[in-house]
Structures are given as structure tokens and as C-alpha cells.
């Protein structure tokens, strides 16, 4: 098995089913991945850990993803020097906001890459982006896949061109 790029930490189990789409995306990209339940309220210490040895381990990019209080991503920020890409989850009567503001407001010095709310599958195109700097294999498939997704659009474009002159 090859060894683990990505970290995929999530605060509870129940989080499971919002972070398939990034899970997609990296199996799409042949990157390995490691996923866990790490709680930075629940098992304070095992997040510590998890965050001080990840890049021991071999990990390049962690993706926390947790709702309401959200403290996941920046308390393995100030652990680690790997870049954290924080998911904010809509776990909550107040629609992810609550999530995405406990994300976004790092101090100075503890930084948080934020995607959307159950932002997932962008999760891991900016792993992937992040990754892609230094790995050419990463680069490569990064660049076949932005252009597919162009000419999927250019495609696109001239079908609904030609629904609207059948149409007119």
C-alpha cells in the first residue's frame, strides 16, 4: 500500500457521509489518502498528536472537517507546519455559518485554508493544487483534468447553442 499524502480528519463519525466527495476526487487522482475521527474537544490530546506527527508520517495536506464550533481545523494548524484546508459543515439550525466563522478566524500565525460549507470535493482540488507543487505526476493529471473540464464546458456551451437556434 502506498503511504498516505492526504489526512482527512473529521470530529464525529456522523460527519462520515459529508466528506465522500473529497474521497472521490483523491481516488479520481489515484492520491492515498488515511481517514480518521479526531474530536479537538472530545480527545484533545489525540488531536495534538495527530497533528504533531503528521508530517513525520509522511502527510503533505490535512482537510479537517467539523461543524458548529469547528475548532478542528486551526487546533491541528497550531500543531503542524502542514498546510490545513478547513470544511466547514452544516451541522446546525444556523446553516453552516456558525462552522465557517469558527474556520475562517485564525489568529495571526495559524493559518486555515477555507473552503464553502460541505465544500468537500474543493477540499481536496486544493490539496491537489497543493500537492501538484512539488510532485509532477500530481501536475499532470491536475492539468489533463482542468482540461477536460474545458472542453466538458465548451461542449456544453454548443449544445445549449443549438437547443436555442432549434428553439428560435
Known sequence: MTKPMVGLVMGSDSDYELITGA?????DFAIPIEVNVISAHRDTEGC??????ACGRGLKVLIAFAGM????????????T?????????????????????TVQMPSGVPVATVAVDG?????HLAIRI????????????????????????????KIQERVQHEN
Open 23 to 27: 474521497q472521490k476526487v483523491f481516488t
Open 120 to 124: 468537500s470535493s474543493n477540499a481536496a
Open 69 to 80: 464550533a469547528a475548532h478542528l481545523a486551526g487546533v491541528l494548524s497550531a500543531n503542524t
Open 48 to 53: 495534538l498528536s495527530y497533528a504533531k506527527t
Open 131 to 158: 500537492l501538484a507543487l512539488e510532485n509532477e505526476e500530481v501536475n499532470q493529471k491536475l492539468i489533463q483534468f482542468q482540461e477536460k473540464m474545458k472542453s466538458d464546458m465548451i461542449t456544453k456551451s454548443r
Open 82 to 102: 502542514l498546510p490545513v484546508i478547513g470544511v466547514p459543515l452544516n451541522r446546525s439550525g444556523f446553516n453552516g455559518l456558525d462552522a465557517l466563522l469558527s
